[in-house]
């Protein structure tokens, strides 16, 4: 009485069979998730520069902020001189 199970040449072909779509779904989900990390890693990039842009555009705008200030600052200086005169 053999104690090994017999194999035909259905499970050989189901072997095959299946042995190629684990390759397949290998491959699909190796290209899938490359492409979503492609996808995520393009997004971060535009948004690290679009956060660069904006930091510039606050600093700029600080700028100007301190500029108008220091203005504000000499046109009421002004203004009192010519009262005290």
Avoid at 33 to 58: H, K, N, P, Y
Avoid at 67 to 77: F, S
């Amino acid at each position: 009485m053999p104690i090994a199970l017999l194999i035909d040449a259905q499970d050989v072909i189901d072997a095959v069979v299946l042995l190629v779509a684990l390759v397949a779904g290998f491959l699909a989900a190796g290209v899938i998730g490359l492409l979503v990390g492609l996808g995520a890693g393009f997004a971060f990039i535009e948004i690290t520069d679009e956060l660069a842009r904006i930091d510039e555009t606050l600093t700029r705008l600080a700028q100007e902020n301190e500029r108008l200030r220091g203005r504000i600052d000499e046109l009421e200086a002004a203004i009192d001189s010519e009262g005290a005169e």
